[in-house]
């Protein structure tokens, strides 16, 4: 399998080099590793973090690539932090440089991340956190594509649509499909009809299990393309569940997951 959504060194929030992280991949049988570090500009209260020299990482991942390359594929990525008065900066950050894979996440709602516990302390229910997730979620993939130039990067996968689950508190935390059904036909519609994958990302799972009504709906819709991610930070974390949500996917349907190479998606059997 493939893990295609692990970070490295490169991102502020993570020491993972990314050689340790190939040989742990390694050892652990993935036939492939995409390392997609945050591009995250201006994330609130951390201006200059969450960005890395491109020309740096792809000489690393190069090197990488000559040393490692019989043995498992490394694709290069990142993970775009989205917000809508940084789209115009980001597509130009991004535009002239040859990445594989290529995720759309979005981390903070109108400047707020729920990784600080303080957006749940005001007493917003669960179902109206996170219908605001999916709705800035939402607003931002169609900004993104709004005025989409054909020298614009597209997205390859959408990540973590269920993100604020991780940090969220309630007696039940569970994100279910039914509470929010309308939202999450309307981002899956936009996605299948633009071919970006939905990701899979076990480690919002290790939290709150996944509502597989989640899958079989995306299926109903149409949807094919469906990448897996761990979103290790540490080299424990890589390929974590892999084969649990492998057979969820399969329960649900589908009979393949995808990897992307130079941007393109490549089915593989599970
Ligand atoms: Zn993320
Ligand atoms: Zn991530």
Redesign the pocket.
């Known amino acids: 399998m493939y893990d295609m959504?692990?970070?490295s060194g490169y991102?502020s929030d993570c020491r993972l080099d990314m050689e340790k992280a190939v040989l742990c991949a390694i050892q652990k049988g993935l036939s492939g590793i995409a390392f997609?570090?945050?591009l995250d500009i201006d994330y609130t209260d951390h201006e200059n973090e969450f960005q890395y020299d491109f020309n740096d990482y792809f000489g690393r991942i190069d090197l990488l690539r000559r040393k490692y390359s019989t043995e498992i594929d490394i694709l290069s990525g990142v993970?775009i932090g989205v917000q809508p008065h940084v789209i115009a900066e980001t597509k130009a950050r991004i535009k002239d440089f040859d990445f594989d894979f290529i995720?759309g996440?979005t981390h903070l709602i109108k400047r707020r991340d729920p990784y600080y516990g303080s957006y749940f302390s005001d007493g917003v229910s669960k179902v109206d956190a996170y219908g605001e997730y999916l709705d800035e979620l939402f607003g931002n993939l169609m900004l993104y594509y709004s005025d989409l130039s054909d020298d614009d990067k597209p997205f390859c996968a959408m990540?973590?649509f269920d993100y604020i689950v991780r940090y969220a508190h309630f007696d039940d935390s569970r994100f279910l499909y039914s509470d929010h059904a309308d939202k999450v036909d309307d981002i899956f519609r936009f996605i299948i009809e633009r071919d970006i994958a939905l990701e899979i990302?076990t480690?919002t799972y290790l939290r709150q299990p996944l509502d597989l009504r989640m899958l079989t709906r995306y299926k109903e819709l149409g949807g094919r393309l469906i990448t897996l991610?761990s979103?290790a930070?540490s080299d424990d974390r890589l390929g974590v569940n892999f084969r649990k949500y492998a057979d969820c996917v399969r329960s649900c349907g589908f009979d393949r997951l995808y990897y992307y190479k130079d941007m393109t998606p490549l089915p593989y059997d599970i």
């Open positions: 959504h692990v970070h991102s997609t570090d945050h993970e995720i996440s990540g973590h990302n480690s991610g979103d930070h």
